[in-house]
Every structure is written in structure tokens, then in C-alpha cells.
């Protein structure tokens, strides 16, 4: 089942599935921004990640004494157990509640809630997580939106770049064949603001920002004004990543990250771990937006 809103700028539409979105059209252009799905390359839109973001070490964790699994990028991804909390022309909530599947990979009680909502050109994305429980709730949560690159025919990767909101100093934290991270680090922005996109950025998997002052990034092409812009206040951690050649970038906000290759794999000491007092909320949105 597949979910649209639009207003009189913008067309979206969400998987009820895994509440990813599928589509994000400029009703000006025409133009489609979001990248299709092609199993052939990644299958995947964009995928939602709660309550982990990326792989745990050895693809577990311990908490209270007690081991867990859960799959890479959480329990959310690929879930067809969400319900439809309301739908209006330009706005949408999906809604996740903890069962005895969930219980079994993560012991929290919790509403989960996405809402999707259109103003003028820009899609707003927020997330509600509600503690059930009677003790502290943890988790990570993060998003991994796939934006079409180059985004019309005749165009090159190359011809693309992001810019961030501020001049950078940053390193991109390695990821092992694992997909935990290293502890070995490479500079990639060094005093700018300017990261060109190219066929073999993404060769060692993805980009992992720790130290972004940049809250606002932005998808431009160096021949024409196309814009899109994600901006991401609640969010400390960026993910930038797209399969090695493949006609696709991801802008991923995340509250976490993946295991480190020295984790512990006690779940309270996990880096970036969210913590929620018994019967409190905690939320956090980000935005996308067209010029």
C-alpha cells in the first residue's frame, strides 16, 4: 500500500510498508527526487532506522543480563505491522507499537510515530517515540533517504555536489567489511564547505561525520540552479553514502551510529544511545526542500 499527499508544490508518497518514502515530486517540474528502488543496485528508498542505526558488532547487544539480535538498521525497515494514525491531503502519520515480535529484538514498550507533512516546497519529517515502560528506554534513530544523482538524462555524477551550511574540518570514520567502524579516520573536508560528488567517493562504503557544525546540506549542480536541501537540527551524526557508481546519493540524519569493531556490546554505553525516562516522549524531525 502506498500513501500520497501533495499541496500545490510538492507530491510525496510513503510505503505504509516500513513508512519509507517513495516518491518526492516538484509538481512544477515534474521532476522525481527520489531514487527508485532498483533491487538490481539498492533496493531500498529510505529506509527508516529505529532502534539502531547501521550493524551491531557480531549483530547483537546485551542488556540486563540478557543477549538480543537485531537486524541491520532495526526493526522498522521492511515492517509491514505499521497503522495508519491519520491522513489528510498534505499531511500523514504511520504508527509503530511494540508487540511480541518486537519484545524478542528490543524490550521496550513504546509508540513509534512518523509524520509526514508538506509546507509550500518542503517535506517535514518527524519522528515521536513514546516510552510505555516503567523503566528507561534506549535506542538510536536515524534516516537514510536516497536522492536521485544525476537527476536528469544527460547529466553526470560528477556535475553534483554537496554543500554544507558552514566550512568544514571533518573526518570520515572508516567502516570494516563488517560494517562496524574503524578507528581509523581520513580527513575528506579540510577548512570547506564544498564535497564534489564522484564515481569513487563512496569506494570504502560510507562517509561518517561526528563533528559537523552543519545543520543544513544541500544537493546542487554546478550547471543549473536545481536545489535540494535536508536540514537536520535534532541530529548530530550525517551519513553520506550511495552504492559505488550507482546513480544515487543518501543524506542520512542519524541520533547514533553503528557499532565500533571495540564495542562491548552492552546497549547502555552504545555510542549516540538515546535515553527516555519511564512514560516520557522524545522527538526529533528533519526537513527536505525544494528551490
Known sequence: MIHTIQNN?????????GAEISSLKSLKTGQEFMWNANPDIW???????FPIIGCLKDGKYNYKGKEYSIPKHGILRNNENLELESISK???TLKYTYDAHSLKMFPFEFEFYITF???????IVDHKVVNLGDNEMLFSLGAHPGFNCPLKEGEKYSDYYLEFEHSETDHT???SKEGLISGEAELVLDNTNILPLTDTLFDKDALIFKNLKSRLVSLKNKNNDTTLTLSFPDFNYLGIWAKPKAPFVCIE???GIADSEDSNGNFVEKEGVIKVKA???FE???VVELR
Not at 43 to 49: D, N, Q, R, Y
Not at 117 to 123: D, F, G, Y
Request: glycine letters at 6%; a positive charge; zero cysteines.
Open 9 to 17: 508544490f510538492l507530491s510525496v508518497s510513503v510505503l505504509h510498508k
Open 43 to 49: 533496493g531500498s528508498h529510505a529506509p527508516v532506522l
Open 90 to 92: 498534505d499531511s500523514l
Open 117 to 123: 507533512k508538506l509546507v509550500e516546497s518542503k517535506l
Open 173 to 175: 570514520w572508516n567502516v
Open 253 to 255: 540524519p542519524w541520533l
Open 279 to 281: 512514560k516520557e516522549m
Open 284 to 286: 526529533a524531525g528533519f
